[in-house]
């Protein structure tokens, strides 16, 4: 793919988002579904997608430190744990902060905290800066299935529900591991 064919499908791909759209993305892992964090629809059509119980909340993802701080209660976090998480990012780490104040209820579901990563993936990193901001991240399969890890597969789960991004996938074996970013206790494998 061209660098131009690649910024259209990148251009579209957030328009798409930003029109209220569910996209599949490649990440370092498997393929995630993503929205907009503060549409509300979006939000639930994703949901209604994954049929996932809005109660487990997902994380969100950025392309810099930039876009996931809003989502941090600063005044609650320790310089400490911030260093921590700033030391592994961008990176295949995702960290649970106190969330802020006026993160909506839907990202964090019955959860207290936010979870967020600072992603080194090239087109997922792409896509949040094409988007402008953080993106909902939440692996790309029906509640209780294995996760797509390729675009056919996220084509052949969702159909045209959903925008796909087409990409390599960065590596990993599994879904990146989630700290506590105060205790640094580690909450997923």
Partial sequence: MTSDAHATT???????LRAGGVVAYPTEAVYGLGCD????VAFEKLFALKQRPPTQGVLLIGA??????????????PREA????????PGPHTWIFPRAAGVPDWIAGGHAGIALRVTEHPVAAALCRAFGGALVSTSAN????????SAA?????FGDAVTVLDGALGGLERPTPIRDAISGELLRQ
């Fill in 142 to 149: 029906r509640h209780g299935e294995p996760p797509a890890r």
């Fill in 10 to 16: 990148l251009a579209a791909t957030a328009a798409a």
């Fill in 64 to 77: 810099d430190f930039d876009q996931v701080a809003p989502y941090i209660d600063l005044a609650a976090t």
């Fill in 153 to 157: 597969a996220v084509r052949a789960m």
């Fill in 82 to 89: 911030l260093e921590r998480a700033q030391a592994s990012w």
């Fill in 37 to 40: 964090p503060h549409s509300r």
